[in-house]
């Protein structure tokens, strides 16, 4: 089980919103700690997407935002589109866990 | 360009060992902090531990702490994921990352990934 929890799938039609939470607790999120988020393509490595809860690296599109509240933090896509297909992570950091990070357990995104 | 290139694939049998490696260039390895993410076959990804080249200080995810080793040559710059007695259940893809500041900060980039087939 990870330490923060994210849906196992969404789904939208092209054009739509979505969003992604991840659900952590007291010793991560709660503490105040950030929360990155990664895409992850079929068959390749994982990408950057928003790092400090709300920032996007230089190149990613700003229909990918990220927001933190309390024990959460959500990633929304908006203008959704096919090639946004993909598992999406949501990183943070443990304090429970002897200086380690955390990943949550991704989530499926399928553009219908 | 910020760079992370990792070794090739292994094929391995259970209680062997292995040593896979990831070589930075594009900027200084001895200021950045290494991960390492370990991918199981269609399952998530997985913070296994990271280490600081410029002084070897070195953290483990408490679920990885005593089944791997992770080092650093900066003289090379280069770290390194070993194994001294793999497993079946070692079989996964393992990506190195880099990170700005250790474990709370982000990755990136990524390594193309290694993976890691135990079998006999």
């Known amino acids: 089980h990870s330490v923060l929890t994210q849906p196992p799938s969404v789904s939208g039609a092209p054009g739509q919103r979505v969003t992604i939470s991840c659900t952590g607790s007291s010793s991560n999120i709660g503490a105040g700690y950030d929360v990155h988020w990664y895409q992850q393509l079929p068959g390749t490595a994982p990408k950057l997407l928003i790092y400090g809860n709300n920032n996007r690296p230089s190149g990613v599109p700003a229909r990918f935002s990220g927001s933190k509240s309390g024990t959460s933090a959500s990633l929304a896509i908006t203008g959704l589109q096919a090639e946004d297909e993909a598992d999406y992570y949501c990183?943070?950091?443990?304090?429970?866990?002897?200086?380690?990070?955390?990943f949550g357990g991704g989530t499926k995104l399928t553009v219908l | 360009e910020v760079q992370l290139v990792q070794s090739g694939a292994e094929v391995k049998k259970p209680g062997e060992s292995l040593k896979i490696s990831c070589k930075g260039s594009g900027y200084s390895f001895t200021s950045y902090w290494i991960g390492w993410v370990r991918q199981m076959p269609g399952r998530g990804l997985e913070w296994m531990g990271i280490i600081y080249p410029g002084d070897s200080d070195t953290r483990y995810s408490p679920s990885f702490q005593g089944q791997v080793t992770i080092s650093a040559d900066k003289s090379i710059s280069t770290a390194y994921l070993q194994w001294s007695s793999l497993k079946a259940s070692d079989t996964a893809i393992y990506y190195c990352?880099?990170?700005?500041?250790?474990?709370?900060?982000?990755?990136?980039?990524w390594g193309q990934g290694t993976l890691v087939t135990v079998s006999s």
């Open positions: 990352a880099r990170q700005d500041i250790a474990a709370a900060s982000w990755f990136d980039p």
């Open positions: 990183q943070s950091y443990d304090s429970s866990l002897s200086g380690s990070g955390v």
